[in-house]
């Protein structure tokens, strides 16, 4: 799944917002940290006409630890303790 990271400059103007937009398949989450265990590129992507974005772009799968997320290739096994919870958004 396409996996889509940026800074949330929202959070310059509100420091209590958290700093990371992760988009998954275009469905926004924020998040505290991001790990990314995946290669990974930058991009330029065009939201809207004529709105342009950086962003750090990868394909996987994003598990979620409160406001952690964790970019992995595959999804974990679920019969392994973990406190990562997968998120679709």
Not at 20 to 42: M, N, P, S
Not at 72 to 84: A, E, G, K, L
Request: glycine share 6%; net charge negative; proline share 4%.
């Amino acid at each position: 799944m396409k996996i889509q990271l940026r800074f949330n400059t929202d959070k310059l103007r509100d420091d209590s917002l958290l700093p990371w937009r992760v988009i998954v398949d275009g469905k926004q989450q924020l998040a505290e940290e991001v790990h990314l265990c995946v290669e990974a590129h930058t991009s330029v992507d065009e939201i809207a006409p004529g709105v342009l974005k950086w962003h750090v772009t990868c394909e996987g799968v994003a598990v979620w630890d409160g406001a952690v997320c964790k970019v992995v290739q595959h999804m974990p096994h679920m019969d392994t303790p973990s406190n990562w919870v997968y998120s679709g958004i």
